[in-house]
Protein backbone atom coordinates (compact mmCIF):
# COMPACT_ATOMS: atom_id res chain seq x y z
CA UNK A 1 0.00 0.00 0.00
CA UNK A 2 1.72 3.10 -1.48
CA UNK A 3 0.61 5.95 1.49
CA UNK A 4 2.63 8.37 -0.50
CA UNK A 5 2.53 9.15 -4.02
CA UNK A 6 4.38 11.22 -5.83
CA UNK A 7 4.71 12.92 -9.51
CA UNK A 8 5.98 13.19 -12.22
CA UNK A 9 8.49 10.12 -12.14
CA UNK A 10 10.45 11.93 -14.25
CA UNK A 11 10.86 15.88 -15.30
CA UNK A 12 13.01 18.04 -17.61
CA UNK A 13 13.43 21.49 -17.09
CA UNK A 14 15.84 23.88 -18.83
CA UNK A 15 17.70 25.86 -17.36
CA UNK A 16 16.71 29.03 -15.15
CA UNK A 17 12.60 27.17 -15.10
CA UNK A 18 10.81 26.08 -12.60
CA UNK A 19 10.43 22.45 -11.31
CA UNK A 20 7.67 21.47 -9.24
CA UNK A 21 6.87 17.71 -7.91
CA UNK A 22 3.75 16.85 -6.09
CA UNK A 23 3.14 14.71 -3.62
CA UNK A 24 -0.05 12.96 -1.88
CA UNK A 25 -0.63 11.23 0.85
CA UNK A 26 -3.70 9.06 2.66
CA UNK A 27 -2.89 9.22 6.62
CA UNK A 28 -4.01 12.13 8.07
CA UNK A 29 -1.81 11.20 10.84
CA UNK A 30 1.19 12.47 9.34
CA UNK A 31 2.79 15.44 10.57
CA UNK A 32 5.71 16.29 9.21
CA UNK A 33 6.73 15.95 5.58
CA UNK A 34 10.85 16.25 4.56
CA UNK A 35 11.81 16.30 1.51
CA UNK A 36 15.01 14.52 0.70
CA UNK A 37 17.66 15.03 -2.02
CA UNK A 38 20.01 12.14 -3.82
CA UNK A 39 22.34 12.54 -6.40
CA UNK A 40 23.43 8.99 -8.33
CA UNK A 41 25.46 7.36 -6.23
CA UNK A 42 25.14 8.52 -3.14
CA UNK A 43 22.95 8.55 -0.59
CA UNK A 44 19.92 10.76 -0.02
CA UNK A 45 20.07 13.76 1.88
CA UNK A 46 17.39 16.10 3.08
CA UNK A 47 16.61 19.28 1.75
CA UNK A 48 13.63 21.11 3.34
CA UNK A 49 10.72 19.93 5.54
CA UNK A 50 7.54 21.38 6.61
CA UNK A 51 4.77 21.11 9.26
CA UNK A 52 1.31 20.46 8.44
CA UNK A 53 0.39 23.63 10.28
CA UNK A 54 2.39 26.27 7.48
CA UNK A 55 1.10 26.50 4.34
CA UNK A 56 4.66 27.55 2.55
CA UNK A 57 8.34 27.43 3.55
CA UNK A 58 11.00 28.67 1.71
CA UNK A 59 14.64 28.10 1.89
CA UNK A 60 16.60 29.94 -1.10
CA UNK A 61 15.58 28.55 -4.39
CA UNK A 62 13.32 25.59 -3.03
CA UNK A 63 10.05 26.19 -1.87
CA UNK A 64 7.33 23.75 -0.23
CA UNK A 65 3.64 24.17 -0.92
CA UNK A 66 1.67 22.52 1.62
CA UNK A 67 -2.30 22.11 1.26
CA UNK A 68 -3.68 20.34 4.23
CA UNK A 69 -7.30 19.71 3.16
CA UNK A 70 -6.18 18.07 0.01
CA UNK A 71 -3.58 16.07 1.37
CA UNK A 72 -1.44 17.42 -0.87
CA UNK A 73 2.17 18.99 -0.78
CA UNK A 74 4.65 20.03 -3.71
CA UNK A 75 8.45 20.82 -4.26
CA UNK A 76 9.19 23.83 -6.53
CA UNK A 77 12.52 25.25 -7.72
CA UNK A 78 12.85 28.42 -9.00
CA UNK A 79 15.75 29.36 -11.67
CA UNK A 80 16.75 25.55 -11.69
CA UNK A 81 20.28 24.89 -12.43
CA UNK A 82 22.15 21.70 -13.66
CA UNK A 83 23.22 20.98 -10.21
CA UNK A 84 19.80 20.36 -9.40
CA UNK A 85 19.76 17.66 -11.57
CA UNK A 86 19.25 14.81 -8.94
CA UNK A 87 16.26 12.19 -7.86
CA UNK A 88 13.81 13.94 -5.09
CA UNK A 89 11.93 12.05 -2.82
CA UNK A 90 9.01 13.60 -0.75
CA UNK A 91 8.23 11.83 2.66
CA UNK A 92 6.29 11.81 5.67
CA UNK A 93 6.56 10.94 9.26
CA UNK A 94 4.20 10.96 12.43
CA UNK A 95 6.67 11.86 14.86
CA UNK A 96 3.76 11.50 18.05
CA UNK A 97 2.23 8.79 19.41
CA UNK A 98 3.77 4.93 19.41
CA UNK A 99 5.70 5.36 16.55
CA UNK A 100 9.42 5.68 16.74
CA UNK A 101 9.19 7.98 13.25
CA UNK A 102 9.05 5.90 10.42
CA UNK A 103 9.90 7.49 7.33
CA UNK A 104 7.29 6.62 4.30
CA UNK A 105 8.74 7.68 0.81
CA UNK A 106 7.26 8.75 -2.32
CA UNK A 107 8.26 6.78 -5.71
CA UNK A 108 10.93 9.63 -6.26
CA UNK A 109 11.08 11.76 -8.94
CA UNK A 110 14.36 12.12 -11.30
CA UNK A 111 14.86 15.96 -12.12
CA UNK A 112 17.14 17.04 -15.31
CA UNK A 113 17.94 19.80 -15.82
CA UNK A 114 19.41 21.05 -19.36
CA UNK A 115 22.18 23.88 -19.94
CA UNK B 1 35.42 13.41 10.14
CA UNK B 2 31.88 12.01 11.10
CA UNK B 3 29.46 9.91 8.94
CA UNK B 4 28.05 6.80 7.88
CA UNK B 5 30.13 3.91 5.52
CA UNK B 6 28.55 1.59 4.03
CA UNK B 7 30.93 -1.65 2.14
CA UNK B 8 31.48 -2.60 -0.43
CA UNK B 9 30.25 -0.05 -2.52
CA UNK B 10 29.71 -2.77 -5.43
CA UNK B 11 28.55 -6.51 -4.32
CA UNK B 12 27.94 -9.54 -6.65
CA UNK B 13 26.34 -12.74 -5.18
CA UNK B 14 25.85 -16.04 -6.66
CA UNK B 15 21.80 -17.28 -6.49
CA UNK B 16 21.53 -19.18 -3.20
CA UNK B 17 24.32 -17.43 -1.06
CA UNK B 18 23.78 -15.34 1.61
CA UNK B 19 25.55 -12.08 1.24
CA UNK B 20 26.15 -8.97 4.18
CA UNK B 21 26.21 -5.62 3.92
CA UNK B 22 28.37 -3.49 6.29
CA UNK B 23 27.30 -0.10 7.75
CA UNK B 24 28.77 1.74 10.42
CA UNK B 25 28.52 5.10 11.79
CA UNK B 26 30.46 7.51 13.98
CA UNK B 27 28.34 9.99 14.93
CA UNK B 28 27.13 8.41 17.76
CA UNK B 29 23.31 7.83 16.51
CA UNK B 30 21.39 5.61 18.87
CA UNK B 31 19.02 5.03 16.00
CA UNK B 32 20.00 2.82 12.87
CA UNK B 33 17.95 1.69 9.84
CA UNK B 34 18.20 -0.34 6.49
CA UNK B 35 16.22 0.77 3.50
CA UNK B 36 15.88 -1.07 -0.02
CA UNK B 37 15.80 1.91 -3.04
CA UNK B 38 14.23 0.29 -6.48
CA UNK B 39 13.62 2.05 -9.45
CA UNK B 40 10.16 3.93 -9.59
CA UNK B 41 9.51 2.19 -5.81
CA UNK B 42 11.23 5.07 -3.71
CA UNK B 43 12.88 3.80 -0.44
CA UNK B 44 11.37 1.01 1.48
CA UNK B 45 12.52 0.16 5.03
CA UNK B 46 13.72 -3.54 5.83
CA UNK B 47 14.72 -3.45 9.38
CA UNK B 48 15.57 -0.39 12.16
CA UNK B 49 16.70 -0.43 15.55
CA UNK B 50 16.86 2.00 18.39
CA UNK B 51 19.26 0.98 20.71
CA UNK B 52 21.87 -1.89 20.77
CA UNK B 53 20.91 -5.24 21.05
CA UNK B 54 17.48 -4.56 19.78
CA UNK B 55 16.01 -4.36 16.36
CA UNK B 56 12.42 -4.61 14.62
CA UNK B 57 10.87 -5.29 11.36
CA UNK B 58 10.37 -2.88 8.95
CA UNK B 59 7.71 -3.32 6.05
CA UNK B 60 9.86 -5.92 3.83
CA UNK B 61 12.01 -7.77 6.26
CA UNK B 62 11.03 -10.94 4.91
CA UNK B 63 14.79 -13.01 3.50
CA UNK B 64 16.96 -10.08 5.67
CA UNK B 65 18.85 -10.60 8.70
CA UNK B 66 20.16 -7.82 11.18
CA UNK B 67 22.01 -7.30 14.56
CA UNK B 68 23.19 -4.94 16.60
CA UNK B 69 25.72 -5.89 19.00
CA UNK B 70 27.29 -2.15 18.98
CA UNK B 71 26.28 1.33 19.06
CA UNK B 72 28.09 1.87 15.55
CA UNK B 73 27.32 -1.19 13.56
CA UNK B 74 24.29 -2.70 12.05
CA UNK B 75 24.91 -4.93 9.57
CA UNK B 76 22.38 -6.62 7.39
CA UNK B 77 22.42 -10.56 5.65
CA UNK B 78 20.73 -11.00 2.59
CA UNK B 79 19.74 -14.61 2.86
CA UNK B 80 19.04 -17.05 0.04
CA UNK B 81 15.35 -16.86 1.15
CA UNK B 82 15.22 -13.38 0.13
CA UNK B 83 13.72 -14.13 -3.81
CA UNK B 84 14.76 -10.63 -5.79
CA UNK B 85 17.76 -9.43 -3.91
CA UNK B 86 19.06 -7.48 -6.53
CA UNK B 87 18.63 -3.47 -5.54
CA UNK B 88 20.66 -0.79 -3.92
CA UNK B 89 20.62 -0.76 0.02
CA UNK B 90 20.71 2.73 2.26
CA UNK B 91 21.65 2.51 5.77
CA UNK B 92 20.66 5.25 8.04
CA UNK B 93 21.27 6.35 10.92
CA UNK B 94 19.72 9.33 13.59
CA UNK B 95 19.34 10.69 16.95
CA UNK B 96 16.45 9.03 19.09
CA UNK B 97 15.08 11.59 21.11
CA UNK B 98 11.41 9.90 21.24
CA UNK B 99 8.24 11.33 20.18
CA UNK B 100 7.89 14.92 19.31
CA UNK B 101 10.87 16.39 17.37
CA UNK B 102 11.54 15.04 13.64
CA UNK B 103 14.93 12.89 13.96
CA UNK B 104 16.39 13.46 10.61
CA UNK B 105 17.88 10.72 9.48
CA UNK B 106 21.36 10.76 7.73
CA UNK B 107 22.02 8.58 4.77
CA UNK B 108 25.39 6.64 3.87
CA UNK B 109 26.29 6.25 0.26
CA UNK B 110 24.72 3.33 -0.24
CA UNK B 111 25.80 -0.88 -1.42
CA UNK B 112 24.62 -1.85 -4.77
CA UNK B 113 23.82 -5.56 -4.78
CA UNK B 114 23.86 -7.60 -7.81
CA UNK B 115 22.46 -11.10 -7.64
CA UNK B 116 24.21 -13.27 -10.77
Known amino acids: QQQVKQSPQSLIVQKGGISIINCAYE??????FPWYQQFPGKGPALLIA?????SEKKEGRFTISFNKSAKQFSLHIMDSQPGDSATYFC??????????????FGQGTILTVHP | DGGITQSPKYLFRKEGQNVTLSCEQN?????MYWYRQDPGQGLRLIYY???????QKGDIAEGYSVSREKKESFPLTVTSAQKNPTAFYLC???????????????FGPGTRLTVL
Open chain 2, 92 to 106: ASSIYRGQGPYNEQF
Open chain 1, 27 to 32: NTAFDY
Open chain 1, 50 to 54: IRPDV
Open chain 1, 91 to 104: AAVIRGGTSYGKLT
Open chain 2, 27 to 31: LNHDA
Open chain 2, 49 to 55: SQIVNDF
